[in-house]
């Protein structure tokens, strides 16, 4: 096993004579004044991909993205923009994909194929802003499938002034990414999930929306 860097593991390479499961993250991670535990189970190389649409978090100000290489000279675009030209197994500084959610939607593209992680910032930014730091795998376009089943659990918050009273139960929302031709298939737990799409910025052909969905377990099809 290597590392890239002694103090930063990202872009760490791992190789096993077995088959095995590799889950990264960090104990008190920060993504703005905030931290928090993260952690994501990670995919094999084989299953990398060169193109990407990132979501902005329902509301959050800002996201922020790392993209991981194998191959060298690895130019990263965002929205047709060139921001970093990566080498093998080297991490991009998170600042230079900091994504805003006056745009919600960013299409990235690499030359080679790449791993991206999105990282969720928290409330502290005040005004209409909530949630905490956390991760989460972006699966590439080129492994898009046609149905799954995601599931969150029921929580709570709890106020500073009343440690006892756990009350404001929390929101959850799905980011659907879908080619736009086939947004009129969209289906939620059996009904149909056929509004309420933007087109993705950078990406002509593809549609987006943040679903907000309950506690428990969600089927989402796409025909």
């Not at 390479?13 to 499961?21: E, F, P, T, Y």
């Not at 902005?56 to 194998?70: E, G, L, P, S």
Request: glycine share 6%; proline share 6%; aromatic share 10%.
């Amino acid at each position: 096993m290597t590392t890239y860097s002694q103090k930063d593991i990202s872009g760490t390479k791992i190789c096993a004579d077995k088959n095995i499961a590799v889950f990264n993250g960090n104990q008190d991670g920060y993504t703005s004044a905030i931290s928090s535990f993260m952690c994501h189970q990670s995919v094999p190389v084989r299953m990398w991909g060169k193109k990407y649409v990132a979501v902005v978090a329902a509301k959050q100000r800002y996201n922020y993205v790392r993209i991981t290489a194998t191959d060298s000279a690895t130019v990263v675009k965002v929205n047709g923009i060139v921001k970093d030209t990566l080498q093998p197994f080297q991490t991009n500084a998170a600042a230079n994909l900091q994504l805003d959610s006056t745009v919600s939607a960013y299409y990235i593209e690499t030359t080679k194929p790449t791993i991206c992680y999105q990282y969720l910032s928290s409330a502290d930014e005040g005004g209409a802003y909530m949630g905490s730091p956390a991760t989460m795998l972006l699966t590439p376009l080129e492994e898009a499938v046609n149905a799954i089943r995601v599931s969150n659990f029921k929580g709570y918050i709890q106020p500073d002034n009343d440690p006892d009273n756990l009350v404001l139960p929390w929101s959850y929302y799905a980011n659907l990414v879908v080619p736009t031709a086939s947004v009129g298939n969209m289906v939620m737990d059996n009904m149909p999930l056929t509004t309420g799409f933007q087109p993705v910025t950078g990406l002509p052909g593809y549609s987006y929306r943040k679903v907000p969905v309950t506690a428990g377990s969600h089927e989402f099809t796409n025909s």
